[in-house]
């Protein structure tokens, strides 16, 4: 088990500077490991990397409606900011108040938002690293197993040559053996005499 986990770092550590695209992202990846050949931990792999992709898209998108609304905030703010102490005016104090309020509780919440956000290109790269040594490794078992089957094709290619040699050979001296017959026949018969025995076979 210990020399497993040696070979999934040495892997990662092989992949680092490389460019990987995100796996499940990319066509060819779907080409390599086709859907009946992915084993329990690809599968797991696969959803927890898609599961971060779609949290990083939610949360850029969560971040923009903060900040269309903490902008929609500000507007409210300015055309509340003349206030008195008529009914109109108090009412728009308390808009104004409650305006600062939801704007404090967006700013902690973009700024939680964007924090989480700067960490999920990690998650993602690492992510899709462990997704990736998965994959060599099925593609790995998968190019040793296709390698015993060259090897016993490529056996049965060469005996099935040497057995087809030989018969072309034997079939060569029948084709002699049978024109050298005809001939002799042919000139002791002659002619008359084998188109009798040719029309009783």
């Known amino acids: 088990m210990a020399r497993k986990m040696d070979k999934s770092i040495e892997i990662i550590e092989a992949l680092q500077?490389?460019?990987?695209?995100?796996?499940?992202?990319?066509?060819?990846?779907?080409?390599l490991i086709p859907e009946h050949e992915k084993t329990a931990t690809i599968k797991q792999l696969e959803t927890n990397l898609n599961n971060l992709l779609k949290q990083q898209g939610k949360m850029i998108n969560d971040i923009k409606d903060m900040k269309k609304l903490k902008k929609k905030l500000m507007s409210e703010i300015v055309a509340n900011m003349e206030t008195d102490n008529s009914p109109a005016g108090r009412l728009k104090a308390k808009k104004l108040e409650?305006?600062?309020?939801?704007?404090?509780?967006i700013n902690i919440k973009m700024?939680?938002?964007?924090?989480?956000?700067l960490d999920?290109?990690?998650?993602?790269?690492k992510a899709n690293e462990e997704l990736m040594v998965e994959s060599m490794k099925v593609c790995y078992t998968k190019l040793k197993h296709n390698q015993i089957e060259i090897e016993k094709a490529d056996?049965?290619?060469?005996k099935t040559r040497e057995t087809l040699k030989v018969r072309i050979l034997e079939k060569q001296d029948k084709e002699i053996e049978n024109s050298s017959l005809y001939s002799y026949m042919h000139d002791i018969l002659g002619s008359a005499v084998l188109d009798i025995l040719d029309d009783k076979e």
């Open 120 to 125: 999920m290109p990690y998650q993602i790269k």
């Open 17 to 31: 500077g490389k460019k990987i695209p995100i796996l499940t992202l990319d066509d060819r990846w779907y080409q």
């Open 98 to 105: 409650k305006s600062h309020q939801f704007i404090e509780e």
């Open 111 to 117: 700024q939680e938002a964007d924090d989480t956000l």
């Open 155 to 158: 056996q049965w290619i060469r």
